[in-house]
């Protein structure tokens, strides 16, 4: 079983930073690629921003020189430096792990964390 586990959403003013955090946990044998996905009310998931094991970045173009996407292969982990954040910005923030295979099956599937709550506004 795997588990990923968000931290670092909350409230910050426009021109703000946030860091997301997600860290993935459970008999873990490899990680294609991890990343972050977002929903605004009466809005569809979107991309963010995700990282492959190679180091592959894709970012969404909206945030595009404001959000850096990075990892920690050895922790699992994903960090999500948001800088310059906009009201437009404000979503749940997911994280997303991509074809996960584990020691108790080498089938690829894919794991969402529960969502990190992400406001901008004065």
């Known amino acids: 079983q795997v588990q990923l586990v968000e931290s670092g959403g909350g409230l910050v003013q426009p021109g703000g930073s946030l860091r997301l955090s997600c860290a993935a946990s459970?008999?873990?044998?490899?990680?294609?690629?991890m990343g972050w996905y977002r929903q605004a009310p009466g809005k569809q998931r979107e991309l963010v921003a995700r990282?492959?094991?190679?180091?592959?970045?894709n970012y969404a173009d909206s945030v595009k020189g404001r959000f850096t996407i990075s990892k920690d292969n050895a922790k699992n982990t994903v960090l999500l430096q948001m800088n310059g954040l906009k009201p437009e910005d404000t979503a749940v923030y997911y994280c997303?792990?991509?074809?996960?295979?584990?020691?108790?099956?080498?089938?690829?599937?894919?794991?969402w964390g529960q969502g990190t709550q992400v406001t901008v506004s004065s």
């Open positions: 997303n792990a991509a074809g996960v295979k584990t020691r108790a099956t080498m089938l690829p599937s894919d794991y």
């Open positions: 459970g008999t873990i044998f490899s990680i294609y690629a």
């Open positions: 990282i492959t094991s190679t180091d592959t970045t």
